[in-house]
């Protein structure tokens, strides 16, 4: 079991968590992922790793509230028991050689981009972060970018932070300005690294992107996540989760990411009014 030393809450469905992990923080290297039991009966989940302290043994991760594991993970408080925390897991992202990079991170994305643009910036090369969030209330790691980046674009679909705008707007804006990238790195919803991919695509521009697919059990072994790259089969968990992004098959893993969109919601709330009865019971 490991301990949970700080709990922080980013916005309204975003908590950070620093648990106590420290054979993890010796091992795990930026793109990589642990996955979580919050209870002996829980469900996995996979979680990237955003940041670590080697000295206190910690690793940082960043969760979005969006289902019923999520929801149990976030109603524990500093001091209590992750019940699993296993990892590191998947290939790390590969940094070397790269002199210039563009880091394009969007919405809850952004704590997978972060530690990537840091290591990138730590090794000297020189770094362009772009992010983008629905608006300013969603905002999470901005002063971080900034120390890391040598030019940060912010973007935010209604104007209230940044440009208005989508971070593929900002990306051609400088891939037009004769801006030229090793690569491009972008993490966050599928259908935003679509369409960086696709925008790369016209100018000829290595992209890697980070397929957080649905996981199981981390070892390739349960199939779930698997998705189509090149025209062949791969495993997210042991091959991934970064990939080419001009050959991912992007449709076919918007859809298989849906699958179970519906049961997750409904767990969701069924998770929520279970916490409320306990509330109120102990009220």
Known sequence: MNRIVRKERLNTAVTLFEVEAPLIAKKAKPGQFIILRVDENGERIPITVCDLDLDKGTVTIIVQIVGATTEKLNALDEGSFIHDFVGPLGVPTKLEGRNKVAV?????GCAIAYPVAKALHRQGCVVHSITGFRSRDLVILEKQ?????????KKSDDGTWGEKGLVTDALRALLDAGEKYDEVIAIGPMIMMKFVSLLTKEYNVKTVVSMNSIMIDGTGMCGCCRLTVGGKTRFACIEGPEFDGHQVDFDEAIKRSAIYSDFERRAHVKQCSLMNKEVLSNG
């Open 104 to 108: 394009i991170g969007g919405g809850v």
């Open 145 to 153: 970018f900034e120390s890391v980046s040598d030019v940060f674009i």
